[in-house]
């Protein structure tokens, strides 16, 4: 099956500094992708959605200044969070979308392994 | 996007048929229902997807009746490592860009 990709998959970083988070499909091209964050026995919470070539969308709340995220190609897909702090620290999923095997008429999404960011 | 309603929590032992019902009373003409499982610390799994009666791959079946207002994932025999999170979710993936909104899905708890 199609498989996404993420890096890092743990980083600890200090409180007012920078991290990127990369999302990779490796074997599919994926012009949408998306970006959640899941809190401890929380389900997933949509941030993002990534277009490649174009400006993200970004739900309700999420601060687009604050969480950066840039499409450069149709593999990848980054998150940086910016001036991270504390209560940034959760687990980043990214997804990418591929057409759906053996079907011409839906299409499904792959997630990648997750990241998780501490921000001490 | 349709609205899912899913059991909080599921017990089930070693070799039985664990059978999870969604409901999605507001499901749409286009929308699809896909199925997600997730373990801790790692990203979903795509499970399975259909529209309507049944489908059947390799780990696992999804039943939707005529009005498709619920589903049901049934997991054959399972086993100690399908105790994980099942996600139903509904939405028109029939174009790209499409938006999962994922609810609290079901914990499943697969005990000896």
């Known amino acids: 099956g199609a498989v996404v990709s993420q890096h890092p998959s743990r980083v600890i970083c200090k409180s007012g500094t920078s991290v990127k988070i990369e999302c990779r499909s490796l074997d599919f091209q994926a012009t949408t992708m998306f970006w959640y964050r899941q809190f401890p026995k929380q389900s997933l919470m949509l941030m993002a959605t990534?277009?490649?070539?174009?400006?993200?969308?970004?739900e309700q709340g999420v601060e687009k200044d604050k969480f950066l995220i840039n499409h450069a190609s149709l593999t990848l897909s980054t998150l940086t969070v910016t001036s991270a702090h504390p209560e940034d620290s959760s687990f980043y999923i990214c997804?990418?979308?591929?057409?759906?095997?053996?079907?011409?008429?839906?299409?499904?999404?792959?997630f990648g392994p997750g990241t998780r960011l501490t921000v001490t | 996007l349709a609205k899912t309603t899913q059991p909080i929590s599921m017990d089930s032992y070693e070799g039985q048929e664990v059978n999870i019902t969604c409901s999605h009373n507001?499901?749409?003409?286009?929308?699809?229902i896909t199925w997600y499982q997730q373990f801790p610390s790692q990203g979903p799994r795509f499970i399975i997807q259909g529209y309507k009666t049944k489908v059947t791959n390799e780990v696992a079946s999804l039943f939707i009746p005529a009005d498709r207002k619920s589903s049901t994932l049934s997991l054959p025999r399972v086993s100690l490592s399908d105790t994980a999170v099942y996600y139903c979710?509904?939405?028109?993936?029939?174009?790209?860009?499409?938006?999962?909104?994922f609810g609290a899905g079901t914990r499943l708890a697969v005990h000896p």
């Open positions: 979710l509904v939405g028109d993936v029939s174009g790209g860009y499409n938006k999962l909104i």
């Open positions: 507001n499901i749409a003409t286009n929308d699809y």
């Open positions: 990534s277009n490649e070539g174009s400006k993200a969308t970004y």
């Open positions: 997804s990418a979308e591929h057409r759906a095997r053996n079907k011409i008429t839906s299409y499904e999404q792959y």
